[in-house]
Structures are given as structure tokens and as C-alpha cells.
């Protein structure tokens, strides 16, 4: 039996994902949810349908929903879609560092008998994160690094010249709460480190931007009573959005299969 599937967005993200889950046409029927008058619309596959609104969701009848269209676009649909009972698969995971809208989503899942589910992404290691937050404090910290070409806008908004950036630059250290909000394309994996281990106040931060890098570097420590780990990720950066990775729709992609198999790994 096919499973439907409905991906909010039609970025670079989405698109990576749908043409993986076209190449399982077997398993899965696939649908876009698009903004009326959006400008993917004409590069959007002409096999797969485009729904405008939440009725036109409700017709297609997902068993699962994609997010991977950034922070407004979860607070403009996912509450509505929970409320519909679909469960919402998210990749814009920073949208939750506001706690009230949070809240608010989680009890629209539970009065609706349905489930929000936050993707790795770009990051692996959350696992670990999780089990280790009980722990008498736990310390984590994350760092990103990633290339120029991830930045050009925030190094301009500096009055840093991006082509001739020749040092690393630190552009930002806080928490994982002031991050997610000011780089909502870039902070998603600090955002989910948060939701998985001590929460969006209880792990720093730091942005680095190093022009010797070709890929997106991600940097998580943890230390703590049970132990210490380290990870260092380097992903390969999306060939259509810089400041996205490749494995974020792979990530999504497997989360996906995860959804529906009758063994997990959690
Ligand atoms: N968790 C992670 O590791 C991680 C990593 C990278 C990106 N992300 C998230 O994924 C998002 C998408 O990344 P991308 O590289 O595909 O970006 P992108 O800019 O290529 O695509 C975003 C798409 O979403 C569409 N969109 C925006 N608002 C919408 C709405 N309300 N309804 C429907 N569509 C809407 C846009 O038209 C655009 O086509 C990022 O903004 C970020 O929040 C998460």
C-alpha cells in the first residue's frame, strides 16, 4: 500500500527529497504544498500534484507531512495541519525556539491524536545528546563552521567584504535560542541539539565563518558524568543553496522510512 506523502515547500531541500521518493514510486505517492501564486510552482515535476491549501491537503490525505520551506512556513501551516490530525515531519526546527508557539503545537498534536517529529538534518549524534541529558549537568556546546559562500549577506550586513574575507571570523556566541532566531537558515542543528539535550538557554553556541572551508562544519562536544563525546561533522554544501547541506534531504528522506517501518532506530 502507498504511503502519502506531502512536502511543504518546493526548495532546494524538497526537491532533493522528491526525487528520491519519485525514484520509490512503489512505496510512495507524492504531493507538494505550495504558497498560491508561488514562484517554484513552474519547476515542480509535472507528475507530482500541487495543493494550495489546507482542504486541498485534506483531499490527498497524507500519512506524513515534510516540512523543509523555513520558519515562517511552519508557523503559517503546521498548526493547521496538526489540527487536521496529519503528522508533521520538521526540518525547520529553530521555528520552536519560541516557546509559546511550542506549546502551542504541542497541544494542537495532542488534542489531535497526532506527532510532531524533528529530523537530524544536517547533525547526527542527537541520539547520545538525549540520553546524556539526565545526567547531572551535562555540558554541550556546538560550533558551526561554515564556508563564505554560506554568509555573503551577514558579511556585507558587517561591512566585511565577502571575496576578499581571508581569516575566520566569528560571527556570532550565545545561546542556542538567540542563534536559531537570528540565522533561521543556518541554526536549525543548534536548535535541535537544544530540543534533544539541555534545552535552548542550556547550550553555547558559536558561528564561525572560515573562508579555507569547502564544506559545512558542524562541532559538538559533550561532557558529563556518564562521559565525554565529540563529533565533527563535514557536509557537503546543497549545489543550489549554500547555506543548506546535502544530507538534510537525505536525513529527511530516511526519517521518512523510519515513519513507516516496523523496526526503528531510535
Ligand atoms: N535541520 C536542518 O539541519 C536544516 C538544514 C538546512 C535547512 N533547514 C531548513 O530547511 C529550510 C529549507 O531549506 P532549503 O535549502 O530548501 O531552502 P530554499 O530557500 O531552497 O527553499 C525554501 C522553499 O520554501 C518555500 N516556502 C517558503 N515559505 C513557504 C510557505 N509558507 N509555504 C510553502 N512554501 C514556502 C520557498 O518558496 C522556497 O521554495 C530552511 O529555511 C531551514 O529552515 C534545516
Not at 520509490?24 to 501564486?37: E, F, I, K
Not at 550565545?174 to 542563534?179: D, H, L, M, P
Amino acid at each position: 500500500m502507498k504511503k502519502n506523502i506531502v512536502t511543504i515547500g518546493f526548495g532546494s531541500i524538497a526537491a532533493d527529497l522528491i526525487q528520491q521518493l519519485q525514484a520509490q514510486s512503489t512505496r510512495y505517492a507524492v504531493a507538494v504544498l505550495l504558497r498560491p501564486g508561488s514562484q517554484s510552482r513552474s519547476r515542480v515535476p509535472t507528475d507530482i500534484a500541487v495543493l494550495e491549501d489546507i482542504a486541498q491537503v485534506c483531499e490527498f490525505a497524507p500519512d506524513l507531512v515534510v516540512e523543509a520551506a523555513g520558519h515562517q512556513s511552519v508557523r503559517d501551516t503546521v498548526p493547521a495541519l496538526l489540527a487536521a490530525g496529519f503528522p508533521v515531519l520538521l526540518s525547520s526546527i529553530g521555528a520552536l525556539g519560541d516557546d509559546e508557539f511550542r506549546s502551542r503545537l504541542e497541544w494542537t498534536a495532542m488534542e489531535h491524536g497526532t506527532r510532531i517529529m524533528l529530523a537530524s538534518g544536517a547533525l547526527g549524534a542527537l541520539d547520545y545528546v538525549r540520553a546524556v541529558r539526565d545526567a547531572r549537568e551535562p555540558v554541550i556546546t556546538y560550533e558551526s563552521r561554515k564556508p563564505v559562500k554560506a554568509w555573503e549577506a551577514e558579511l556585507r550586513q558587517l561591512g566585511q567584504e565577502p571575496e576578499t574575507l581571508s581569516e575566520s571570523i566569528t560571527l556570532f556566541e550565545g545561546s542556542a535560542r538567540q542563534a536559531a532566531a537570528a540565522y533561521p537558515q543556518n541554526l536549525n542543528v543548534a536548535a535541535a541539539l537544544a530540543l534533544a539535550g539541555t534545552g535552548f538557554e542550556g547550550i553555547r553556541v558559536k558561528v564561525v565563518c572560515d573562508p579555507e572551508l569547502q564544506s559545512n562544519v558542524h562541532l559538538v562536544r559533550v561532557d558529563s558524568e556518564l562521559g565525554s563525546f565529540e563529533a565533527r561533522i563535514a557536509n557537503s554544501p546543497s549545489k543550489s543553496n549554500p547555506k543548506s547541506s546535502q544530507i538534510v534531504a537525505h536525513s529527511l528522506h530516511s526519517a521518512i522510512g523510519q515513519f513507516f517501518a516496523p523496526i526503528v532506530i531510535l
